[in-house]
């Protein structure tokens, strides 16, 4: 009993100095007033109107994070290696989307001048236009995984795994976008159907799911 006594103090004294030390303040060094110019937009070798969004970035901690601030009343001017000039008009008062009626040409680079209502400058680095890239060979296979569903349980999902190839030449650092579009079919199955249909919903799947 004596020792019981003796050793409750000193465990006590332990966890209280553990709970306390886990607790620390750390200050980060953000500047949440501080906002960014975004400018989103794809040149292609297609003849059509491209469009150019430019945007001031949302406040760190204010409101919604993901909501841009559009940017009207700006001269964009889409310039390239061939000499050619492309002005780009706002749509709207409103979106800060610019269009611009041009074809790309493979091989040449482009690079957008911007000035801002303010008087701000923005040049940006030239791209060149790489040539299209298809694919060689697809295939696929399907596999079984154990996954932990939102009851905790173990449960197996089938998932379908395609597997695409394609070449580019030794000394060229491509830029590669993905897009998947998934086709689904149903077909109606109630009692008594005499003629079932089929129906097919077609959606643009997320490539980062």
């Known amino acids: 009993m004596l ?11 332990f966890y209280v100095f ?18 960014s110019i975004v ?3 794809l040149i292609s070798d297609q003849l ?24 009207n009343g700006a001269t964009v001017v889409v310039k390239g290696s061939d000499g050619s000039s492309t002005d780009f008009i706002q ?14 040409v493979v091989g040449e680079s482009y690079h957008v001048e911007i000035n801002l209502p303010d008087g701000t400058l923005i040049t940006s680095a030239p791209v060149r236009i790489q040539p299209r890239v298809g ?10 995984e154990t996954i932990i569903n939102t009851s ?27 897009r998947i579009e998934g086709v689904y079919e149903f077909l109606e199955k109630y009692p008594m159907a005499l003629n ?14």
């Open 3 to 13: 020792k019981i006594q003796k050793s409750l103090p000193i465990l006590f004294t």
């Open 18 to 35: 553990f709970l306390c030390g886990c607790i620390e303040t750390i200050d980060l060094d953000i500047d949440t007033e501080e906002t």
């Open 39 to 41: 400018i989103d937009g």
């Open 48 to 71: 059509k109107n491209h469009e150019i969004r430019i945007n001031n970035s949302a406040v760190i901690g204010v409101g919604n994070d993901n909501v841009l601030t559009p940017i």
């Open 91 to 104: 749509t709207s008062d409103t979106t800060g989307t610019y269009t611009g009626l041009m074809q790309g």
């Open 135 to 144: 694919i060689e060979t697809i295939d696929y296979s399907v596999s079984v």
């Open 152 to 178: 905790g349980n173990n449960e197996q999902r089938e998932n379908l795994n395609l597997f695409l190839s394609t070449s580019f030449p030794e000394n060229d650092k491509p830029f590669i976008r993905w």
């Open 196 to 209: 079932p249909r089929r129906c097919y919903i077609t959606d643009n799947l997320d490539i980062n799911n």
